[in-house]
């Protein structure tokens, strides 16, 4: 009686604590090894997003799935909330930018109850191979929108500790490792959207192995963004785009601030009217005033993984106007640059 007691005992522990390891000796091999310690770089697997048994294979794939977290909110006194995920299902057509999918994207559903109803998302991996990505999401506060595939809401692949990697996509976003092989191999990494300053735009997520989704914190709350302003109506002088014989010229109204990337007035349309296209290199021109601050050439690049890291290009941000960016660093501090009705840009595509 005493040894079946001891094993309730056991048993409801690990229950309610949601900790005890359910490795099996090969998984574990498995999630020891996918950490290197002399180049500090890991390997982070689709299962550690899903929860699913790993077999410590370096590779991405999709595999059939049916799990479910169960994810607590840091600084919050209730029970965790179930997090539910399924497939691979595949959509009929590829109405996104990931070029590897073909003509059909395959993804996971993943489902969860707000107090606002269901939330309803669609993931599968990333265009730049690095990530997992929504493409699809739909619940009650802002029905159903779909996603183009270029940013990153998982990371995946090869990262180091402290990696910092952003993404150009409708919102740019970006992922930075908090902690890349905490206890029990579990993975912490903060993801923002834009500068990171509206409420549920920069949270950090823990992921743990045969687990899943098991945390959330939240780095803006109400209490953080403050009080809201009264509305003031304003104006700023700014030069409006123009393309003459293949010569785009604009202005510099904003810089995203957080990453260090300069924002353009240049909308995208212009480009094509320049016949520029996705792969070419670009004279890019930057003056504050009279005075040149940049006359360099860059590449016209569809994401950041496209370029090592530390190395610059011309990209399409959210807004759909040009900016100009470092992989990994800040593009304005290094080359000294500031936004406002004094500050133009120029391009043209190279000889």
Known sequence: MKQYSKLF???????????????????????????????????????????????????LILKEVST??????????????????????????NNTSIEWAGNEVSYYRRTFSVRGGQVE???TINNSRDGLVRIYDKRKKWGARTYNGLGSKFPLGYWKQG???????????????IELDGPNHCLTFRWIIGVGKGRNSDNNYTFCPDRGFTNIRHNNTVEQVGPKLPAIVGSLAHQQA??????????????DRKLGNVWTNIHQDSLKQAGIKLGDTLCVLVKEGNITKLNTKLPYLASFGKVA???????VNSLLNVSFALNHANFSAKHHIAAGAQWSAQIEQCN
Request: some cysteine; aromatic content about 10%.
């Open 309 to 315: 890291v530390g190395e610059p290009l011309v990209y």
């Open 9 to 59: 005992l056991v048993t409801f522990l690990c229950v309610s604590i949601s900790g005890c390891a359910r490795l099996t000796t090969q998984e574990k091999v498995s999630w020891d090894n996918a950490y290197d310690s002399s180049t500090k770089e890991r390997f982070i697997p689709v299962e550690l997003f899903t929860g699913l048994e790993w077999d410590g294979k370096h590779e």
């Open 242 to 255: 123009t393309v003459n014989n293949g010569i785009i010229k604009g202005n510099i109204p904003i810089l």
């Open 121 to 123: 998302s669609f993931f």
């Open 163 to 177: 990696e910092v990697r952003s993404y150009a996509s409708r919102r740019p976003t970006s992922i930075e490792i």
């Open 68 to 93: 479910t977290a169960c994810a607590s909110v840091s600084g919050r006194q209730r029970p965790c909330d179930n997090i539910y995920v399924t497939g691979p299902f595949k959509t009929a057509i």
